[in-house]
């Protein structure tokens, strides 16, 4: 017997994916630094479209990826997420329903279109991404359900959305909720230049206590604690939270957190194709073993075996279930 | 100097493709005959489409494929289709044009969606797809822009929109406008279930004189000309047409026409994925070489050699330039 539904519930953007090959000219033209993630009005997403190369569409959006990857794994997940009424909304809600992951929020009414990220993939297998949130943006704390946070064995936040009001003030709500009904909270920080626009509000979400689980990579861990020295920006953030996990690219992960220290080399993966959500496979794997109470280096292997699978192939979602990497 | 605008135009489906993983389950659920198309209502397709897993979307279409190919390829290629006034449509003309290719056929307005072909791909790389042709079934006459045809060294017409009154008379006259300019008429059996329904008129149309080159497969030659012995029914065929090009699948493809028969082997793919497109991109290497004056032998090379590069990747259409296979 469960006494919960969910392993996981994440509140996140709602997003489908634009995924184009492209060569480094094209970032050079558009003063786009490599890796990056910036955030594009519906003008400017309009612009660089037209500049892209053929593509192709699949659902994106960085917890949603997460939620996705943890169905794929086998665990129970739900995603909460604004789209509109439109034809990418019915995508984005096919695609992460068709995946086995809860997803019950209403399309929004009206003309905001949902929100979309165009990926530009070079030769290299890295991800240049740029976002325009649309719906979004228009997340409200009402499409939070109190009862189905209080179901779900972990809350899981993106920084991405720490953007805009609506979002924030209901990610925020969220968190209570589910400390009110004594689940943990993770969030991830998701992006350098989120933490760039954001660092005194993350400072003190960090340390208000809010935060019991904290995801980063390297650069994200750097920046928020200002530190240089990883290990020194490991230990102060792992003085406000039960657990910090931080990945290290190619070098693999470390989690640091209730008297331990544990970290997993990377695991090869079958190709390199584009490393869009590597970090949310990641994620996906991790909190999908600790939800199921398996050791912090196990969960750490199963974070790092479902980001090798997400990066053989084009977009963010793994292609196919990961149920054989779950297995004990 | 060329006295042509383009290589080849092609009229179509303008459809954009939902592409899933399924198993084999899946489509004995559904009665399908593996590796089949058939053609759904809009119900019909949302019925499927809720019942398929998580998808990636691509524009597709088998003549604009073929376009798209040519393009690839380094030819000049336009394409005449009807898309709607929405999200999907966007991404069609999107995807067309950054590939290179000529499209100007204005969106239907009002509430009639751009058409979609939900295809499930099975394990073995085999494609079933169910096509909903939305506003492709609209295509009308007034589309079609005579000065255009006469400016393309080929024009190409798919069976596949024979289904519809509106866009079969559009493709008859454009026929009509090409002969009128003296370029010949290139024509694709598309599907056995399209000879199913249109065998008399197929029969018709061969016999006039309106088709120079006829594509199909060896059940397409079988089934239009009605000899189970392929040679037969390919001599048959060729006696109607200036060239009959037949593909065999892995057996490879034969040209026969002009006092010539040749014949060239399947080129074996980098991986076998997903066949969607390998008739398409045959077609569209086949056509380029056959534009650009190559010889029969050469031509059918390039059309083995496009198809291998589509198959080895999920979606209909070439991810990146294919200007190397197109060197002399």
């Given at each position: 017997m469960h006494d919960t539904d969910y392993d996981?519930?994440?509140?996140?953007?709602?997003?489908?994916?634009?995924?184009?090959?492209?060569?480094?000219?094209?970032?050079?033209?558009?003063?786009?630094r490599k890796g990056s993630m910036r955030v594009l009005d519906r003008d400017g997403a309009e612009r660089l479209y037209e500049r892209m190369g053929?593509?192709?569409?699949?659902?994106g959006g960085s917890a949603?990826?997460?939620?996705?990857?943890?169905?794929?794994l086998g665990g129970r997940a739900a995603f909460v997420g604004q789209i509109g009424s439109d034809q990418l909304g019915t995508i984005f809600a096919h695609d992460i329903r068709a995946?086995?992951?809860a997803f019950d929020t209403p399309a929004l009414d009206g003309d905001v279109t949902t929100g979309r990220c165009l990926i530009l993939v070079t030769p290299d297998a890295q991800r240049t991404m740029n976002t325009y949130r649309g719906a979004s943006e228009h997340l409200s704390v009402d499409a939070i359900d109190p009862a189905q946070v209080?179901?779900?064995?972990?809350?899981?936040?993106?920084?991405?959305?720490?953007?805009?009001?609506?979002p924030r003030v209901a990610m925020k709500k969220a968190a209570d909720m589910a400390h009110d009904a004594s689940r943990p909270v993770a969030f991830t920080l998701s992006d350098i230049a989120c933490i760039g626009r954001h660092r005194p509000d993350f400072v003190e979400l960090v340390g208000s206590g809010r935060i019991d689980i904290l995801f980063g990579n390297e650069d994200e861990a750097r920046a928020l604690a200002r530190h240089d020295d990883l290990d020194d920006a490991i230990a102060a953030l792992a003085g406000h939270v039960d657990l910090c996990v931080i990945t290290r690219g190619a070098d693999g992960a470390i989690a640091v957190g209730r008297g331990e220290r544990v970290a997993v080399p990377a695991v090869p993966p079958r190709a390199l194709v584009d490393t869009t959500g590597a970090g949310d496979l990641f994620a996906a794997g991790?909190?999908?073993g600790h939800a199921w109470g398996r050791p912090l280096e196990a969960s750490l292997a199963l974070g790092a075996a479902a980001a090798?699978?997400?990066?053989?192939d084009y977009g963010a979602r793994p292609?196919?279930?990961l149920r054989h990497l779950a297995a004990d």
């Open positions: 996981v519930l994440a509140i996140g953007d709602a997003v489908v994916d634009v995924i184009a090959p492209t060569d480094d000219a094209l970032l050079a033209e558009e003063g786009l053929p593509a192709q569409e699949m659902s949603a990826n997460s939620m996705a990857g943890i169905a794929a995946q086995g992951v209080a179901k779900a064995a972990i809350l899981y936040l993106e920084a991405y959305l720490w953007d805009h009001d609506a991790f909190l999908a090798a699978e997400v990066i053989a292609l196919g279930q």
